[in-house]
Nanobody, 123 residues
Framework: QVQLVESGGGLVQAGGSLRLSCAASGRSFSSYVMGWFRQAPGKEREFVAASNRSGGNTYYADSVKGRFTISRDNAKNTVYLQMNSLKPEDTAVYYC????????????????WGQGTQVTVSS
């Protein structure tokens, strides 16, 4: 079992930055692929970014590539999402997720989910 708790969301102006954190409890954090997803009002949940177990390989949705960076600290059982050059269309609830294996961009890959943190970008 893994429990995930996100933090770091908030209100920011367009062009600004936020850093989300996701702290995991439970054992074997380093054995999990970690992902970030988001869901805007009235829209389906979508993939944002993912990291393999070591953090050596990362994956991004085209919409955030070059602006967002996922990283993880396995010693601290934490995964991060650094979000720069934020746009109003980035407004959503952001979720972190943990999974064993599968296609990184698919939500079905992930077995455990956090409760989400709201990110609002004003124009």
């Amino acid at each position: 079992q893994v429990q995930l708790v996100e933090s770091g969301g908030g209100l920011v102006q367009a062009g600004g930055s936020l850093r989300l954190s996701c702290a995991a409890s439970g054992r074997s954090f380093s054995s999990y692929v970690m992902g970030w997803f988001r869901q805007a009002p009235g829209k389906e949940r979508e993939f944002v970014a993912a990291s393999n177990r070591s953090g050596g390989n990362t994956y991004y949705a085209d919409s955030v590539k070059g602006r967002f960076t996922i990283s993880r600290d396995n010693a601290k059982n934490t995964v991060y999402l650094q979000m720069n050059s934020l746009k109003p269309e980035d407004t959503a609830v952001y979720y972190c997720a943990a999974g064993r294996s599968g296609v990184y961009s698919r939500s079905s890959t992930y077995n455990y989910w956090g409760q989400g943190t709201q990110v609002t970008v004003s124009s």
